[in-house]
T-cell receptor, first 116, second 113 residues
Framework: NAGVMQNPRHLVRRRGQEARLRCSPM?????VYWYRQLPEEGLKFMVY????????ESGMPKERFSAEFPKEGPSILRIQQVVRGDSAAYFC??????????????FGPGTRLTVL | SQKIEQNSEALNIQEGKTATLTCNYT??????LQWYRQDPGRGPVFLLL?????KEKRKERLKVTFDTTLKQSLFHITASQPADSATYLC????????????FGGGTRLMVKP
């Protein structure tokens, strides 16, 4: 059973371009979470999705950022018109059930975004 | 505001000793608390979950305590090994609704041979 897959592992973009980060959850997991880790800082929650639904996006900036988890295919975190401050490691996690029920989150290896 | 605090200074210990890491929180009433390990350049890996009605939980060389009165969790690694060197993160669910983990800043552990 493959773990959480993220691609690309490294992404370089120039200011103003778009960044698309992909996450395939573990098989059988229907809950996906995105986190951002800035250099020398902790993990910050961004968004929680279930298939075709955004459940909680309270940690995601209102502008330029969007996320989806379609019925088929991976979850996508999209950043439009990137700025240097978006440079960070973006981690995706998945769980089989809501964490509140005792289901731990399984993290992917992350995508390291560098904005030039 | 809600805060989760871990000692930001690295913890250096000798191989074979017990490492103890602290996680303090304010303005939370967590139903459970989780501990994760993160190695450089990798995603966090789940280690243990302890519920509010559990005082202590063990897994191999790991032990976690949870004091809801002190609002503190302690994470112990006994008989530490150099391979235990990593950053350890504690995490709480913001509103016990199963949708958002808030992480502490992590404590870096260095175990010297």
């Amino acid at each position: 059973n493959a773990g959480v897959m993220q691609n690309p592992r490294h992404l370089v973009r120039r200011r103003g371009q778009e960044a698309r980060l992909r996450c395939s959850p573990m098989k059988g997991h229907s809950h996906v979470y995105w986190y951002r880790q800035l250099p020398e800082e902790g993990l910050k929650f961004m968004v929680y999705l279930q298939k075709e639904n955004i459940i909680d996006e309270s940690g995601m900036p209102k502008e330029r950022f969007s996320a989806e988890f379609p019925k088929e295919g991976p979850s996508i975190l999209r950043i439009q018109q990137v700025v240097r401050g978006d440079s960070a490691a973006y981690f995706c996690a998945s769980s089989q059930k809501e964490t509140g029920s005792g289901g731990e989150q399984f993290f992917g290896p992350g995508t390291r975004l560098t904005v030039l | 505001s809600q805060k989760i605090e871990q000692n930001s200074e690295a913890l250096n210990i000798q191989e074979g000793k017990t490492a103890t890491l602290t996680c303090n929180y304010t303005n939370y009433s967590p139903a459970y608390l989780q501990w994760y390990r993160q190695d450089p350049g990798r995603g966090p890996v789940f280690l243990l979950l302890i519920r509010e009605n559990e005082k202590e939980k063990r897994k191999e060389r790991l032990k976690v305590t949870f004091d809801t009165t002190l609002k503190q969790s302690l994470f112990h690694i006994t008989a530490s090994q150099p391979a235990d060197s990593a950053t350890y993160l504690c995490a709480l669910d913001k509103n016990n609704a199963g949708n958002m983990l808030t992480f502490g800043g992590g404590t870096r552990l260095m175990v010297k041979p």
